[in-house]
C-alpha cells in the first residue's frame, strides 16, 4: 500500500510557517472594519499559471505494472529452499536484485494475484509485491548557448517566448568564481544512456579506475565485465549509450557539460558523470529491480549524488529498500509531471520518507511553480528551474526540454558543487540535503505548495563566509522597494500597504506578510510614493491590503492604489480599527483559532517588536499589541477568539510589566518572555531562541524603524532574524549571533546614512 509522508522528515528542515493559508477577507468599504470569514487557511493563495489553468487539476496516471512479482526472502532461506517455493507455486525465476534474498519472479501460469497471494502468506517471506515500470520525468559565462541557461543566470532575457524574472536563477556564475567543481567527485545519471561522444560531455565521463578497457575481463571483481563508464542493466552490458537515449543525455548536460567554448556549462562543469542506464524505449526496461540495481551499482561504485530524473505513481518496498541501504547517496529525485499534489498521490522515489531523498519541483523563468510540476506541502522539498531549459542531446545538439526530470539535474548540480567546496558533506546525505535546503534562496511564490518555498543557491551553498549585501533606496520608500525586489516575484498574491511616517499599523501587518509570502510597502498618508507605484507595477499583486485607518491612510490612497491589483480581484481592502491596538486585532482575526503562538509587544514603542516579525513566520500566528501596564479591549477578544497554544512576549519588564504577563497567562498558562537589557538585546535573544541555525540575517537601524519593518516579512521569507545595529557600531550581542549563525547571507537594510559603511565594515570583520 502507499507509504504515508509523515512530517518528521519533510519538516525537519523547512523554515516556512507551520500551517497553510490563504487571505479570506470580506470585501469591505473604506469606512468599515475587516471581517475574516475561513481564517488564513483554508488552501494556498491564487496561483498564476501559464497555461491559464489552475495548479492542482491534474490526474494521477496508472501504474504500469511488468507482470513480474519481486520477493524478497527472510535471512537464512537457502537456495535449494527458494527453489522448491517456486516450484511449488509455479513460479519461473527472472533475475537477482542487488538487494539481499531479492530476486524476480513470473507466474508459470500467469496468475499474479494469486501468485501474489500465496507468497504474501508464507512465513519464509519477508515481502512480495508487483514489480513496475519507472519512466522519465520528462563554467564558464563565454559560452556560446549561456545566455539561454536562465536557471544559471537570469537578466529577465526571452526564453521559450517569454521574459524572464531577474534574479531567478541559482546563482551559478558567482557559485563558480569559488569552484566548478571537484574533478574527482561523480554524480551518477540513473536514467536511459548518455552520450559521450557529445562535445559538451566527451571530457566528462567517470572512468572506472578498476577495470581495464576491451579485455573482457571484470578486473574489478564488481560483477560487470567491462563496465569503464557505467552499466546498462536494460540491456546486460557495458555500453551506456543507445540510439534515441536522449532524455539522459540532457539530463548529464545540466549537471556537468564542459565549459570548452562549445554549447553550454553545466551547473558543475568539471565533475565526471557515471553512465548507470536502466530506462528505455523498450517495455523490457525501467523496472524496479533495474532500478534498484542502478542504485546500488552507483553507490557501490562510488556516487554519492544520483540523480533520478524518474518516477511513478506505483509503491515498491525494493525501490525504497535499495535507496535505503545506499544511505551516503543523495538521491536527487524529480517530483513528477501531472500537476499533481503528491501528498494524496505520491511518486516514487520521490516520495518516499528517506533522509536521504531530496524531492525537486520545477519553476520557469518568471519565478513560478510550472503548470505541469507535481508539488506537495510534505512531500517536496523545494524547487529549481525546469522549464525551457536547454542542454545537450545526441548528435552534437542541444535543445530546450520541460520537465522535473530538467529541475532535478539542476539540484544535482549545485549538489555537486557543494561537496566540492565543503567536501565534508560528501557522503553524509542528510547533512548535504540540510545544507541545500538551508542555504537556497526564499522563493515566496511556492509558499504552501512545497515544504521550503525555496530556489536551490549555488553561490550560498559553497562559500565560507557571507555575502553582504546592501538594500537601500533614496528613502524609506525606495527601500521598502528594494527590499521587496530582492524578495518577491510579480505575481504575488498580495502585498499590504502601510504609512511610511508610524509604525503601529505596520508591525501586525508585517507578521501577516511574512506568513503568506507577501511584501510590505509604504506610503504616505495622502499619496502613493513613484518608488511604491514602481513596484507595485513589477509585482502585479492578486489583491491589496492597506493597514490603518483613513485617518492614517486616506481615502485618496486606497483609490490610487486599486488601478495596480489584479482587475479580477476585490476592491483594495482596509484592515483597521480606530486605534493600533484594534488594527492588530482586526488583522489578527485573518488567522483561525488555535494558532501556534501569539506573539505580545508594547504598542508604545517599537523595537522589540520588530524582530518578532519574521520570528512569526517560523513559529505561526499574529502580532498583538498591549501597553505596558494593561491588556486593550481589543486585544483581549482577538486573544479570546485565537486561543493560541502559547504566548510569547517581545521585551523586558521594563516594556511591558510582570502585571501584563500575568494577565496573559489566563489565555495559555504562563507566557514565555524573550527580552534583553535592551532592543539590541531583546532582538538577539529572539535570535537565539526562534532561530537555532539560519543561514539568512538581516541587520537593519534599531532606531529608526522604516527599512526594518519593510525587512521583517523579507525575513520571514529568507527563514532568517532581522538582528539591530546603530549608526555607531553593532552591539556586542548582535555581533555575538551572526558568529553564531555564520550565515552564508547577510542584507543590511537602508543607506549610508541609516547603517553606515564603518558598521558593514565591523560586521564584514566577524568572518574573517
Not at 534574479?167 to 574533478?183: H, K, L, Q, R, S
Not at 511518486?347 to 520545477?362: E, G
Not at 549538489?415 to 540540510?434: C, F, I, N, T, V
Not at 538577539?684 to 521583517?712: K, M, Q, S, W, Y
Request: proline content about 7%; glycine content about 10%; aromatic content about 6%.
Amino acid at each position: 500500500m502507499p507509504e504515508p509522508v509523515p512530517a518528521s522528515r519533510r519538516r525537519t528542515y523547512r523554515l516556512a510557517p507551520l500551517f497553510l493559508a490563504v487571505l479570506v477577507f470580506a470585501t469591505l468599504v473604506p469606512q468599515r472594519h475587516a471581517a475574516a470569514t475561513d481564517g488564513f487557511l483554508d488552501r494556498p493563495a491564487p496561483f498564476p499559471v501559464r497555461g491559464g489553468g489552475e495548479k492542482g487539476d491534474g490526474t494521477a496516471p496508472d501504474s504500469q505494472p511488468t507482470g513480474r512479482l519481486i520477493v524478497r526472502y527472510r535471512d537464512g532461506v537457502t537456495d535449494a529452499q527458494r527453489e522448491r517455493i517456486r516450484a511449488a507455486d509455479r513460479l519461473e525465476l527472472v533475475s537477482t536484485v542487488a538487494l539481499p534474498n531479492t530476486e524476480v519472479v513470473v507466474s508459470a501460469e500467469g496468475g499474479v494475484s494469486q501468485a501474489l497471494a500465496r507468497l504474501g502468506r508464507r512465513s519464509d517471506v519477508l515481502y512480495v509485491e508487483p514489480e513496475y515500470r519507472r519512466t522519465h520525468m520528462a563554467g564558464p559565462t563565454t559560452e556560446p548557448l549561456f545566455p539561454q541557461q536562465w536557471g544559471h543566470h537570469n537578466t529577465g532575457q526571452e526564453v521559450g517566448g517569454f521574459n524572464g524574472a531577474p534574479n531567478v536563477d541559482m546563482n551559478v556564475p558567482e557559485a563558480w568564481e569559488i569552484t566548478t567543481g571537484d574533478a574527482d567527485l561523480v554524480v551518477a545519471v540513473t536514467d536511459d544512456g548518455v552520450d559521450f561522444s557529445h562535445s559538451d560531455l566527451a571530457d566528462r565521463a567517470w572512468v572506472n579506475p578498476g577495470e581495464t578497457a576491451g579485455n573482457g575481463i571484470d578486473d574489478d571483481g564488481n560483477g560487470y565485465v567491462d563496465d569503464v563508464n557505467g552499466w546498462d542493466f536494460c540491456e546486460g552490458d557495458n555500453t551506456v549509450f543507445e540510439p534515441g537515449d536522449a532524455h539522459g543525455t540532457h539530463v548529464a548536460g545540466t549537471i556537468a557539460a564542459s565549459g570548452n567554448g562549445a554549447g553550454i556549462a553545466g551547473v558543475a562543469p568539471s565533475v565526471r558523470i557515471m553512465a548507470v542506464r536502466f530506462l528505455g524505449d523498450d517495455l523490457s526496461c525501467g523496472t524496479d529491480a533495474q532500478a534498484a540495481n542502478a542504485i546500488a551499482y552507483a553507490n557501490d561504485n562510488g556516487a554519492r549524488i544520483i540523480n533520478a530524473s524518474w518516477g511513478g505513481y506505483g509503491y515498491s518496498q525494493t525501490l525504497r529498500a535499495a535507496i535505503l541501504n545506499a544511505p551516503e547517496a543523495l538521491l536527487v529525485a524529480a517530483a513528477g509531471n501531472d500537476n499533481l499534489d503528491t501528498d494524496l498521490d505520491p511518486v516514487y522515489p520521490a516520495s518516499f520518507d528517506l533522509p536521504n531523498i531530496l524531492s525537486v519541483a520545477a519553476i520557469h523563468n518568471e519565478g513560478h511553480l510550472t503548470d505541469f510540476t507535481n508539488y506537495g506541502y510534505e512531500s517536496v522539498d523545494l524547487s529549481a528551474p525546469g522549464e525551457d531549459i536547454l542542454s545537450t542531446v545526441p548528435g552534437g545538439l542541444w535543445e530546450h526540454w520541460s520537465g522535473t526530470s530538467m529541475a532535478a539535474p539542476h539540484a544535482s548540480g549545485v549538489a555537486a558543487l557543494a561537496a566540492s567546496a565543503k567536501p565534508e558533506l560528501l557522503g553524509d546525505a542528510p547533512a548535504l540535503r540540510a545544507h541545500l535546503i538551508a542555504t537556497a534562496k526564499a522563493l515566496p511564490s511556492t509558499l504552501f505548495w512545497v515544504a521550503s518555498p525555496r530556489l536551490l543557491d549555488a553561490r550560498a551553498a559553497v562559500v565560507d563566509r557571507p555575502d553582504i549585501t546592501r538594500l537601500a533606496g533614496t528613502n524609506r520608500y525606495a527601500t521598502a522597494a528594494a527590499v521587496s525586489k530582492a524578495t518577491y516575484v510579480p505575481g504575488v498574491p498580495y502585498v499590504f500597504i502601510a504609512v511610511g511616517t508610524s509604525f503601529p499599523d505596520a508591525l501586525a501587518g508585517g507578521a501577516v506578510a511574512a506568513q503568506t509570502g507577501s511584501p510590505l510597502l509604504l506610503v504616505k498618508g495622502t499619496t502613493v510614493p513613484p518608488e511604491t507605484v514602481a513596484e507595485l507595477q513589477r509585482l502585479k499583486p492578486h489583491q491589496i491590503f492597506v493597514l490603518g485607518s483613513p485617518g492614517v491612510i486616506g481615502h485618496a490612497v486606497l483609490n490610487a492604489l486599486g488601478q495596480y491589483d489584479d482587475p479580477a480581484s476585490e476592491e483594495v481592502i482596509r484592515l483597521w480599527g480606530n486605534n493600533r491596538y484594534e488594527t492588530a486585532a482586526a488583522v489578527a482575526e485573518g488567522f483561525s483559532p488555535g494558532v501556534p503562538t501569539a506573539f505580545i509587544a508594547t504598542g508604545g514603542d517599537f523595537p522589540d517588536a520588530l524582530a518578532g516579525v519574521p520570528a512569526t513566520a517560523i513559529k505561526g500566528g499574529p502580532l498583538l499589541l498591549v501597553t505596558k501596564t494593561t491588556i486593550p479591549p481589543a486585544t483581549a477578544g482577538a486573544l479570546n477568539y485565537l486561543q493560541p497554544q502559547r504566548i510569547v512576549i517581545l521585551g523586558s519588564t521594563g516594556v511591558i510589566s510582570s502585571g501584563v504577563a500575568t494577565l496573559l497567562d489566563q489565555f495559555t498558562g504562563p507566557v514565555e518572555r524573550m527580552s534583553g537589557a535592551n532592543r539590541y538585546a531583546t532582538a538577539a535573544d529572539v535570535a537565539a531562541r526562534v532561530f537555532p541555525a539560519a543561514e539568512t540575517a538581516f541587520v537593519a537601524n534599531g532606531l529608526g524603524f522604516p527599512d526594518a519593518l519593510a525587512g521583517g516579512p523579507s525575513a520571514g521569507a529568507f527563514g532568517g532574524p532581522l538582528l539591530l545595529v546603530n549608526t555607531l557600531a553593532a552591539q556586542s550581542s548582535t555581533r555575538l549571533q551572526l558568529e553564531r549563525l555564520q550565515p552564508a547571507r547577510i542584507f543590511v537594510l537602508g543607506g549610508d546614512s541609516v547603517v553606515p559603511d564603518h558598521v558593514v565594515t565591523e560586521v564584514r570583520g566577524l568572518f574573517p
